[in-house]
């Protein structure tokens, strides 16, 4: 597999640090808010590349974390008249939600609370002050960039300049503009901690760099986040933890392109800002993880309701393709294959192919949405009733397990109440009669689908499980 790395500016062959283990950390939602649009995208590209390597065969410890104390929840918070823990608390419960419907949660998801690691914050911190590396200014501590090797390595950002643009901004403490806090001083009303520097909290920064050495190692093999996070925050993230570990923070640097909306940048002043409930209150939000990956993730991508309804059609024509192959598994024939079956699989498997070289290729999921097509296009012309159902099993647990390496196709359509209650009359009928087989499949039929029978003096009474 190749990706490209932000650090190199190339494609470059993925070699994990230890074979048949993959660790990625992904710079998670700072929880003040609904997550909006823009926030879904990283999310959605990065759970992408951990279900592909998961399909692969690789053991994956991946890490979205929350950072839940900061200046804008300290701001809520003290606007609505709660703690930020409160706030905080809110937004995460929000957050769990709507990645459930973004299809986030299949496989286990490490979500770490800044707040649970302040003490290695704090340890973090002396050991960049014993290296000299980081100073107290009177409870505010600041990490000294002169200590940073190659510091810009990550953004290309030049250093002289950056230096010029940061002395607009006067701030006395500082021994160099560029210098980043560490540990804010306390103020009247905040949250604070106790460390060795007196009262206070960490800054945005240290906590990143602390929660994926803490749960991943000094060394990851892969940093996901938006291009927008490449200065300060990842280029700050680096500099601290290869000051203090002597060693590469990560291998690989993943950044995925911006969201417009309607080729206008997203913003509230514009009247153009969309959370993702929001966005559920038009369109099912599978829709909206089938649009976050029907590009390719370093490329931008541009938000529009004609876009949306375009991809919904899209989404349901592989639904009538799934269903078209499961009406198929039901009536297909038992006779053995013949040559001519077997150059359908051939084409099937060619398929599987192309799919997997375009996830190979630096996560090409655009492309390899192209290869799903290309199964139910071929499906739906080649297969009939008196195709063999090997083939069409064959095709339906190929296209099934690729779908969901890329988080759709995979929710089941709610049965009608009207045909619950023709299945009931039926079995009522068949009861009746005494074939008691056909009651029992109907029964069994129905609880497939998510309906409970239940046998009653007042008659049959049914619920949804």
């Known amino acids: 597999m190749k990706l490209y790395n932000t650090l190199t500016r190339r494609k470059e062959e993925f070699i994990p640090i230890e074979e048949g283990k993959v660790t990625i950390y992904v710079c998670g939602p700072t929880v003040y808010d609904y997550i909006h649009v823009g926030n879904a995208r990283p999310l959605v590209v990065f759970d992408t590349l951990r279900r592909y390597f998961i399909y692969k065969g690789y053991d994956v410890k991946y890490v979205v974390n929350f950072t839940d104390i900061d200046d804008k929840i300290i701001d809520k918070s003290n606007k609505e008249g709660v703690t930020a823990k409160e706030i905080a608390d809110k937004y995460i419960e929000a957050f769990i939600e709507d990645a459930k419907g973004l299809n986030l949660y299949e496989e286990k998801t490490i979500h770490p609370r800044a707040t649970e690691f302040i003490q290695p914050m704090i340890q973090f911190i002396q050991g960049l002050i014993e290296k000299g590396a980081a100073y107290n200014v009177d409870g505010n501590v600041y990490f000294n960039i002169d200590y940073a090797k190659d510091y810009g390595k990550l953004s290309k950002k030049n ?133 976050l990956i029907s590009a390719h993730y370093r490329n931008p991508i541009n938000f529009s309701r004609e876009i949306m309804e375009q991809l919904e059609n899209a989404l349901e024509r592989l639904y009538n393709g799934k269903k078209n192959l499961e009406y198929l598994m039901e009536k297909g024939t038992d006779r053995p294959l013949n040559q001519e079956d077997k150059a359908i699989f051939k084409q099937i498997d060619i398929y599987k192919a192309n799919f997997i070289n375009s996830m190979e290729d630096d996560l090409n999921t655009a492309d390899a949405i192209a290869s799903l097509f290309d199964i139910i296009k071929y499906s739906n012309t080649n297969f009939s009733e008196s195709t063999p159902k090997y083939m069409i099993q064959y095709t339906y647990k190929t296209l099934m397990e690729l779908s969901k390496v890329l988080g759709i196709l995979s929710k089941e359509e709610e049965i009608l109440e009207e045909e619950i209650l023709k299945l009931i009359e039926e079995r009522t009928q068949a009861r009746k009669d005494k074939n008691y087989e056909l009651a029992d499949k109907i029964r069994n039929e129905l609880k497939e689908k998510g309906i409970l029978l239940e046998d009653t003096q007042e008659g049959v009474k049914w619920k949804r499980i």
């Not at 210098?179 to 009247?188: G, I, Q, S, T, Y």
């Open 159 to 291: 250093i002289e300049e950056l230096i010029s643009g940061a002395r607009v901004v006067i701030n006395d403490e500082k021994k160099n503009p560029l210098d980043f806090v560490l540990w804010k001083k306390a103020k009247e009303g905040e949250p604070w901690w106790d460390s060795p520097w007196g009262k206070g909290r960490p800054g945005w920064h240290i906590e990143c760099s602390v929660m994926a050495k803490t749960l991943l190692g000094d060394t990851i093999d892969i940093h996901a986040g938006g291009e927008d996070l490449q200065f300060p925050h990842h280029e700050n993230e680096i500099a601290q933890s290869e000051t203090l570990t002597g060693k590469p923070f990560a291998n690989y640097w993943l950044h995925n392109g911006m969201l417009t909306i309607d080729n206008q940048k997203m913003s509230k002043s514009l009247g153009n800002f969309f959370t993702v409930r929001d966005i559920k209150k038009e369109f099912d939000l599978e829709t909206l993880r089938f649009f």
